[in-house]
């Protein structure tokens, strides 16, 4: 599997942004989706997951009440959309795809690329 991440980019803090996550291959409705960020001189984090079929979505507390996990197996896509930034969520947000729910990114196998947010005050 072979992951895209896009839609990044600067916004002002208290606006919104949609990320998507692009998969090839024709497994990508198999997989368990996370979204992960690292923020600048900080360890990569948690942000969310989403399981095979969208029905099964956790989220980290930073993301709680903000951000919405949803993924649409007909074009092999997960996305994130994201409200209410802070300038606190600027990172570079990557996508990945694993087999189990899952915190801990040592357990999803396939990364994308990730794609920079940066939220201005």
């Known amino acids: 599997v072979q992951l895209q991440a896009s839609g990044g980019g600067l916004v002002q803090a208290g606006n919104s942004l949609r990320l998507s996550c692009t998969a090839s291959?024709?497994?990508?409705?198999?997989?368990?989706m996370g979204w992960f960020r690292q923020p600048p001189g900080k360890e990569r984090e948690f942000v969310g997951v989403?399981?095979?079929?969208?029905?099964?979505?956790h989220y980290a507390d930073s993301a709680k009440g903000r951000f919405t996990i949803s993924r649409d197996n007909a074009v092999n896509t997960v996305y994130l959309q994201m409200n209410s930034l802070k300038p606190e969520d600027t990172a570079v947000y990557y996508c990945?795809?694993?087999?189990?729910?899952?915190?801990?990114?040592?357990?999803?196998?396939?990364w994308g690329r990730g794609t920079l947010v940066t939220v201005s005050s």
């Open positions: 990945a795809a694993g087999r189990t729910i899952a915190t801990m990114g040592h357990l999803y196998s396939y």
């Open positions: 291959g024709r497994t990508f409705s198999s997989y368990t």
């Open positions: 989403v399981n095979w079929n969208g029905n099964n979505i």
